[in-house]
C-alpha cells in the first residue's frame, strides 16, 4: 500500500445543489454549528432554475463568519459533475467532504472524523452511521457504519452507496482514484464506483458516534427538486446495468473480487428489475432481467420460476 500523501491541514466541505433554496439554507446551519469548522466551503449550485444560488450567497455573507467560501455557479449536469467542479477548488487541503444538500451532520461530525482519520494514518476514509427520516418520522438507525468498514465493496452492491454525506475522504485518496466517476445512469452508480475505488486504496475508519440524519420525502413536501436517483421508476433495471460495468472494471483492478457474494448481489438486482418490468407490462425486458438473474445465480428457483413464466407473457 502507498503511503498518503499528507496536504494542508484542514477539511473543505463541498454542496452540491439543484432548487433547493430552503432546503439548503437549513442544512448550511449545521455546518456552520461544527465544533470543528470547515476551512473552506463551496457550494456548487447545478444550474437551478429558481433563486437557490442567491439565497444561498446572500446566507453566506451573513452566517459563515471567517469560513472561507466560495459559490459556483454551473450549467444543470448533475450531482457528479457538479462535485468535480468543487473539488477542483479545495486547494491542497487534507480532507474534503461532499455533503448533500438535504442531509443534517450533528455537531461533532468534523471534529469526530478528523480525529479518525489522524489516529489511522492508511484509511483512506472516515465514515460514521446514518439514521433516514421520511417526512417528519425518523427511521431506526441504518445498518452501515462498523459493518461497512469490515468489507466496503459487497456492502456497497447489497445496500447502495447513499453514504455519501456520512463520509469525509482524504483529499490525495480521491486524487488518486480520479476524482468522481460520471455516469449517465442517473440511480447513483457514480457514488458506487467511487466508493468501491476508494475500498481499493486502503483501509475505511468507523468514526463511532451519533449518526448523520438523511432526509427523504421533505423536498417533495416543499415543491423542491427530488433526490435525482427517485425520479427513475426503472432505476433496478439501471442499477443492474451500471454494477454489472462496475464489477468488471473492478474485476481488472482486482481479480480476487470475483466472489459468490457480490454474483448473488447482482443476481438479486436483475431479478427485482425484471419483477418491475413485469409489473409495467415489459414482457420482452422482464424476461431479458429474469435471464441475467440465472446468468449471476443459477441455483435459486425462485429466479427459475419467474424465468419460466416470463416465456409465457407477451
Not at 10 to 38: C, D, F, K, S, W
Not at 286 to 299: D, I, M, T, V
Amino acid at each position: 500500500m502507498d503511503t498518503i500523501t499528507k496536504g494542508e491541514e484542514g477539511v473543505a466541505v463541498v454542496i452540491p445543489v439543484h432548487n433547493r433554496p430552503t432546503i439548503l439554507q437549513e442544512t448550511l446551519v449545521y455546518v456552520m454549528r461544527q465544533t470543528l469548522l470547515p476551512n473552506k466551503l463551496i457550494i456548487v449550485d447545478d444550474g437551478s432554475s429558481d433563486d437557490t444560488a442567491s439565497q444561498a450567497e446572500d446566507w453566506l455573507k451573513a452566517n459563515a463568519g471567517s469560513v472561507d467560501w466560495m459559490l459556483i455557479r454551473n450549467s444543470h449536469s448533475g450531482a457528479a459533475i457538479a462535485r468535480t467542479t468543487g473539488f477542483k477548488e479545495i486547494g491542497d487541503l487534507q480532507y474534503v467532504a461532499f455533503l448533500d444538500s438535504d442531509d443534517h451532520w450533528p455537531t461533532d461530525f468534523l471534529e469526530r472524523c478528523v480525529a479518525n482519520l489522524e489516529a489511522s494514518p492508511d484509511a483512506v476514509l472516515a465514515i460514521t452511521e446514518r439514521k433516514y427520516r421520511i417526512l417528519a418520522d425518523e427511521m431506526p438507525q441504518s445498518s452501515g457504519g462498523a459493518e461497512i468498514v469490515a468489507n466496503p465493496i459487497p456492502w456497497l452492491f447489497e445496500h447502495g452507496a447513499g453514504i455519501t454525506s456520512c463520509s469525509l475522504l482524504r483529499t490525495s485518496s480521491v486524487r488518486k482514484v480520479g476524482g468522481w466517476p460520471i455516469r449517465l445512469s442517473g440511480e447513483g452508480s457514480d457514488d458506487s464506483e467511487f466508493f468501491c475505488l476508494l475500498s481499493l486504496e486502503g483501509p475505511w475508519a468507523f468514526a463511532e458516534g451519533e449518526p448523520v440524519l438523511f432526509h427523504i420525502g421533505n423536498a417533495v413536501e416543499r415543491n423542491e427538486s427530488v433526490n435525482l436517483s427517485r425520479k427513475y421508476a426503472d432505476r433496478d433495471l439501471r442499477w443492474a446495468r451500471s454494477h454489472e460495468d462496475i464489477y468488471q472494471k473492478l474485476l481488472k483492478l482486482d481479480p480476487s473480487l470475483k466472489t459468490t457474494r457480490l454474483k448473488k448481489s447482482l443476481a438479486e438486482r436483475w431479478y427485482r428489475a425484471g419483477k418491475h418490468c413485469h409489473k409495467v407490462r415489459d414482457w420482452s425486458e422482464a424476461r431479458s432481467c429474469f435471464r441475467r438473474a440465472l446468468y449471476w445465480n443459477s441455483q435459486k428457483w425462485i429466479y427459475w420460476k419467474r424465468f419460466l413464466k416470463s416465456g409465457f407473457k407477451g
